[in-house]
């Protein structure tokens, strides 16, 4: 059924049992309006001349304003009585099936400071963690971390060569970055440093002590320097997983293949894994080097069947840049392949590349930068404005506006997109951007701090039946689906987009219908629509993973 059609039964139930009509004759005569595809928001006037024609409703009085003054009552009603749970309890999400959803994302490699390309991931994964979270879900966040694999044994050995661990403790993972471009430099023309980081490898494979040792104490203090980047964005992890966890189990994985008659060996003496229709290798995956060491794939596989057999999960979501779609394309047929159905529940959200991300230093490099530019750019910007209160903590009202932008400028097209990184737009106090979006939100709280949120005492509906206060009403109503259609694809631009509508039109209410000088009964119908608008912005922003400012 079309969503538009999924409205009109709701409000035509509610309607029909204010009215004291027929419930089915309202249903009937609503949903057969001819729905068009560009639909963006409810027709009222269109629906009410159907039940007039048709009837239903008796011609006498303005019905019209009745119909708008009582859709106006129901929706602000509902936004009281379920604040935070607004939109979630529509009946579109009745046929979803509320389960447990894994969620990986960011997945940063450690020993490196935090790349600013792993920004997408981090932001990608929160929102749909969230999103799935809001309607009901039970969600487990998964930071599942680059922490093993060919790279550390030629970090663990530049380690050895040119690693301090006064250094280390100092700056840790700028030292750490700069031991492993110094020996990759070294690497080129040395090939004793290539067998030395082969060494090291397998003697982790091994689980020799020392070199587990050095390899633990660089996790360790990688995750520590993560979760303070995390902690500036407000992203939180339930599960701190990693490669290293199912280097053991990805060996009974390749026993398994082997089992099955799967696994096939090549002249190299490679294991691969044939994934061709025909049985012709003209597709395959790698699972095992000729030395016997594990690889990506082979860890991912073995990271599958553990959490199915921890979480049994319902469904999987991974997050990670669109490059790798054919690795997520084989780990699932591999999975179908060992007879696990459950794979078809396993989803890959790939995202496009950010270009031009730049400080005022250049290339950008770490997350941090970014951050941190963001604030200083923000805080310049507020300190310039004619309209910034006065605040105790200006800084962090910069960070949470700053990291706004860069969630809503991310957010605004196809995730697949790749799209151009421009400063001096994404913090623009006008238009489509997360500043905007900030600023109309602490106004409406500025205004309610001020007046009251208008719900104390009833409140007359017929005093919202301007077009601006419509506008409004009729937005708010299609709420619902526009979450509903982010569950289906896990596209934030839908959410993000109504947001920038809602915010504009409150923009312009706010102008137009002022609370100060209006008789007391206007004033409190205004100030309950302003408190509608205001909860549906900080849900909505929540949601995208956005923490609403009070005050800016």
Not at 474 to 488: A, F, G, M, N, T
Request: charged share 25%; glycine share 8%.
């Amino acid at each position: 059924m079309h969503m538009a059609c999924y409205f009109r039964r709701s409000i035509a139930s509610k309607l029909s049992r204010a009215l004291g009509r027929s419930e089915d004759a309202f249903i009937s005569a609503v949903c057969a309006i001819p729905v068009s595809k560009k639909q963006q928001s409810p027709d009222f006037r269109l629906s009410v001349n159907t039940l007039l024609r048709n009837g239903i409703l008796p011609t006498n009085g303005d019905l019209q304003a009745q119909t708008e003054a009582l859709a106006s009552q129901k929706v602000l009603e509902q936004l009281c009585q379920e604040r935070h749970k607004f939109g979630v309890k529509s009946e579109l999400f009745d046929g979803l099936k509320k389960g447990t959803t894994v969620v990986e994302f960011s997945s940063p490699n450690i020993a490196k400071k935090f790349h600013a390309g792993h920004l997408r991931s981090t932001i990608i994964g929160n929102f749909i963690a969230n999103l799935k979270e809001s309607l009901g879900n039970n969600v487990i966040r998964v930071n599942y971390l680059g922490d093993w694999g060919m790279q550390f044994g030629l970090l663990g050995a530049g380690f050895q060569l040119f690693g301090c661990q006064e250094k280390l403790k100092k700056n840790p993972l700028q030292h750490l970055f700069d031991v492993y471009v110094q020996v990759n430099k070294e690497a080129e023309n040395n090939e004793v440093i290539g067998q030395a980081a082969r060494e090291f490898f397998r003697r982790l494979e091994q689980q020799e002590h020392q070199a587990l040792l050095l390899w633990k104490q660089f996790r360790e203090i990688t995750v520590e320097e993560y979760q303070q980047v995390y902690k500036r964005l407000g992203v939180h992890f339930d599960i701190y997983s990693g490669e290293s966890f199912h280097q053991q189990q990805a060996q009974e994985v390749v026993q398994q293949l082997q089992r099955r008659g799967l696994l096939k060996t090549t002249e190299k003496g490679t294991g691969v894994v044939d994934l061709s229709s025909a049985g012709d290798m003209s597709s395959y995956s790698t699972v095992l080097r000729s030395d016997g060491t594990s690889l990506y794939i082979t860890r991912d596989l073995a990271a599958a069947l553990d959490r199915k057999e921890r979480y049994n999960f319902d469904e999987m979501i991974y997050v990670t840049d669109k490059s790798q779609g054919i690795h997520f394309q084989q780990l699932f047929q591999i999975l179908l392949a060992m007879g696990h159905s459950w794979a078809e529940r396993c989803q890959h959200v790939p995202f496009g590349l950010v270009q031009g991300m730049k400080t005022r230093l250049g290339e950008v490099v770490f997350l941090e930068d970014v951050l941190d530019e963001a604030r200083a750019r923000m805080l310049r910007n507020m300190s310039q404005s004619k309209t910034t209160k006065e605040m105790v903590y200006p800084e962090d009202t910069a960070e949470k506006v700053g990291i706004s932008a860069l969630i809503v400028q991310d957010f605004k097209g196809p995730l697949g997109s790749d799209y151009k990184f421009d400063w001096d737009r994404i913090l623009q106090a006008q238009g489509d951007t997360g500043v905007f979006l900030q600023y109309t939100h602490a106004r409406l709280c500025s205004l309610i701090h001020r007046y009251g949120d208008g719900e104390e005492g009833a409140f007359d509906p017929s005093l919202l039946l301007d077009q601006r206060s419509i506008s409004i009403l009729q937005h708010l109503l299609r709420y619902d689906e526009v979450l509903y259609q982010s569950v289906q694809d896990l596209q934030p631009k839908h959410l993000v987009n109504f947001l920038m509508t809602l915010s504009h039109l409150a923009a312009s209410a706010h102008r137009e219908l002022p609370v100060k000088g209006s008789p007391q009964a206007v004033a409190q119908a205004r100030l309950r629509l302003f408190s509608g608008v205001c909860t549906v912005l900080a849900n909505g922003m929540k949601i995208l993973g956005i923490t609403p400012v009070e005050k800016m």
